[in-house]
């Protein structure tokens, strides 16, 4: 299992922590979608380029609160909500020191916890869309709840580094808003293994890849191991748009796949850790 450094310093001011005060959220999933749809979205997330997740709330919502007593790496050892905690530092850590290479400057983004429904920069987001990035407010937003249906309804392993997979992935999407990818995509709507959607979704793994392979540069972490990584591609396939067609439909329709199949999203993922490589991420030339 993937062992924060004991005498680590984490900071807490990255995650504020919205749960117990939901905001009410109008009308549905993908506007009145059905069951099938709904459990499809709840488990791939929602893909960056629908920046409109749901209608805006008519109240208003609590200030969100840091998770004070998560101050070092001993804390993450021992607690779910300080291992994230630990997990937005190393994964900001990175990118802080990484995207200066390519020419662009870092903007760190806010992680959000809540429970059932928050008010959002792109409209109310919903626990039943899963982890989400919305690209107008560069936050990240996390109902922990995902964690356990990933396993009971996906069959995933879970664990830490399954955590650790998923964050890291959303915040491929804060590093694909910084890079400009996903203005440039914004008006693309097209679905299937080739398409621009699934390419960002993919680019974003291999993100998460990248971050792994530098995880304990960041100095938060101890070296991961084989199983820490088997975890994380365990994650990736768990969430492939055919994996979860076939359990939820009985049938796979890869015309419709907006995330990718589960070969592709542990490929990326792999690419992305195997070459520690900013450039290997291009998902946008060639076959994926």
């Known amino acids: 299992m993937a062992r924060f450094r004991d005498r680590a310093r984490l900071d807490p001011s990255q995650v504020s922590d919205r749960r117990g005060a939901s905001g009410k959220v109008i009308g549905g999933v993908g506007g009145g979608a059905g069951i099938i749809i709904l459990l499809v979205a709840m488990l791939l997330g929602v893909n960056p380029l629908d920046a409109g997740i749901s209608s ?20 993450a050892n021992q607690s779910q909500d300080c291992r994230i905690v630990g997990y937005v ?13 390519t020419g662009r400057a870092y903007e760190p ?3 959000y916890l809540f429970t059932g429904s928050t008010q959002t920069g792109c409209g109310v987001g919903s626990a039943q869309t899963g982890p989400f990035y919305c690209p107008a407010d560069q936050g990240v937003y996390l109902d922990l709840s995902f964690f356990e249906q990933l ?13 650790a997979y998923v964050l890291a992935h959303e915040y491929g999407h804060h590093i694909q808003n910084l890079e400009g990818t996903l203005a440039s995509f914004a008006n693309d709507r097209s679905t299937g293994p080739d398409s621009a959607a699934v390419r960002i979704e993919l680019q974003a793994d291999c993100y998460s890849g990248l971050w792994a392979h530098h995880a304990t540069d960041t100095g938060y972490l101890n070296p991961l191991s084989d199983e ?5 591609l ?10 979860i067609q076939e359990r939820v439909e009985g049938r796979v329709t ?14 990326w993922f792999q690419t992305g850790y195997q070459t520690g490589d900013h450039d290997a991420c291009d998902t946008f030339s060639g076959d994926v």
């Open 56 to 75: 805006p709330s008519q109240g208003s919502e609590q200030p969100g609160t840091t998770l004070e007593e998560c101050r070092t790496g001993a804390d």
């Open 89 to 101: 530092n190393s994964v900001q850590a990175y990118w802080d020191e990484a995207l200066p290479v």
């Open 109 to 111: 983004a806010q992680t």
């Open 151 to 163: 396993e009971a309804r996906f069959g995933a392993q879970g664990g830490p580094f399954a955590e």
């Open 228 to 232: 820490d990584i088997a975890v994380g």
């Open 234 to 243: 365990d994650a990736a396939a768990s969430v492939g748009d055919d994996r």
């Open 254 to 267: 890869p015309e419709s796949w907006t995330h990718g199949s589960s070969e592709q999203r542990q490929k």
